[in-house]
């Protein structure tokens, strides 16, 4: 008989993160703000690069997919926390619980894999920019969506076959307002020293390694740019700048929820919630304001949707 057949378990008990009434008030409209403004916003961009014919590129489309990564990872566990920062009982199924584990490392896997390849894309447009529609052609682009895609998957199912067989027989409380593997894990009723270190491995080590790999390749790029480049590389370090911040965004959380032995509470916390809550919202920002393309691209778009034909 496995675990899952004799786990007692059915719903674990969240704590939330505040039981101070005026810190649930800001909370509430903190994250209603950002989670808003988020779907908005990469919505903004899945609309205005599929809409827009002059944004058919690699960069966009890899760009447009990210937008759709930060949708589903933006909506796996901020609803319900929102919803849950005035009950009393905050409380989640077991099969809730790993939905939302399944849902949160299958984006987290797709996304480091986007990111990669959107830095060689950016590797490519600077470095041998003659050869650049010939290797980032729409075959090459549609490919490197299916292998983030299908790493995505496997990644996180490898994350749940070392949870969903746990026993669960007890202690059914979680110092958070999500389900991840490292909190959830040490509510099993078995040592799991080993399995934590095994997450450790598969996680932890993979997001560093995949860091300082993005880290390395970016400053490649600005080093090359900088010998290479005789004048007017605003544009392109402008571009690379935003690719590195949304490249530490995404990866410091990670890192150190990973990485990190025994975090303190309240500072696992506050990065949980901006990455639930507060990334999601600021790469379609960083994006979409510091690109001159999308921002003229957006403003042809609202003036289709209203009816008005400028010249922009």
Known sequence: MNGANYSVVSEFVFLGLSDSQEIQIF?????????????????????TVTS???????????????????LIFSSIAAP??????????????????????????AVGGTEMVLLMAMAFDRYVAICKPLHYL???????????????????????????????????CGPNVLDSFY??????????????????????????????????????????ILVTLQKHSLGGPSKALSTLSAHMTVVVLFFGPLIFFYMWPSPSTHLDKFL??????????????????????????????????????KSI
């Open 27 to 47: 909370l509430f409209f903190f994250s209603c703000l950002f989670y808003v403004s988020s779907i908005m916003g990469n919505l903004l961009i899945v609309v």
């Open 272 to 309: 949980a919630i901006f990455d639930a809550v507060l990334t999601p919202f600021l790469n379609p920002v960083i994006y979409t304001f510091r690109n001159r393309e999308m921002k003229v691209a957006i403003k042809r778009v609202f003036s289709q949707l209203m009816g008005f034909r």
């Open 179 to 220: 389900c991840d593997i490292p909190r959830l894990i040490k509510l099993a009723c078995t040592d799991t020293y080993k399995l934590e270190f095994m997450i450790t491995a598969n996680s932890g080590l993979i997001s560093l390694g995949a860091f300082l790999l993005l880290i390395l390749s970016y400053i490649f």
């Open 52 to 70: 827009d014919p002059y944004l058919y590129s690699p960069m966009y489309i890899l760009l447009a997919n990210l937008s759709v990564i930060d």
């Open 134 to 168: 010939t290797i980032m052609n729409s075959r090459v682009c549609i490919s490197i969506l299916v292998v983030a895609w299908t790493i995505g998957l496997i990644h996180s199912l490898a994350q749940l076959a070392f949870v969903v067989n746990l026993p669960f």
């Open 80 to 105: 319900k926390m929102i919803c849950d920062l005035f009950r009393k009982r905050k409380v989640i199924s077991f099969g809730g619980c790993i939905a939302q584990i399944f849902f949160s490392h």
